[in-house]
């Protein structure tokens, strides 16, 4: 990224946000391209992916519906 970011002349001053798939190596607490962008710049705001996140969780609404329907109605 910082490479990318020289060549087009931008500064990490001017970058604002980040939005990146939900896997630890981008998101985690230690050695993530979260926790290496925020060294650059504080200011700028990381964002998982809203659609993966969205998609986990009617996953697992829909498991636990048919948890319930089985138990009710078996």
């Known amino acids: 990224m910082n490479e ?8 990490w001053a001017n970058c604002i946000g ?3 798939d939900n896997t630890s190596v981008n998101l985690g607490c230690r050695n ?3 926790i290496k962008v925020l060294q650059q ?4 705001y990381v964002m998982g992916c ?18 319930v329907r089985i138990a009710l109605f078996a």
């Open 4 to 11: 990318a970011l020289e060549k087009s002349e931008v500064t």
């Open 18 to 20: 980040l939005g990146v």
């Open 32 to 34: 993530s391209m979260k």
């Open 41 to 44: 710049n504080l200011a700028i």
């Open 50 to 67: 809203a659609c993966h996140i969205l998609h986990i969780t009617a996953g697992k609404a829909a498991e636990a519906f048919e948890a």
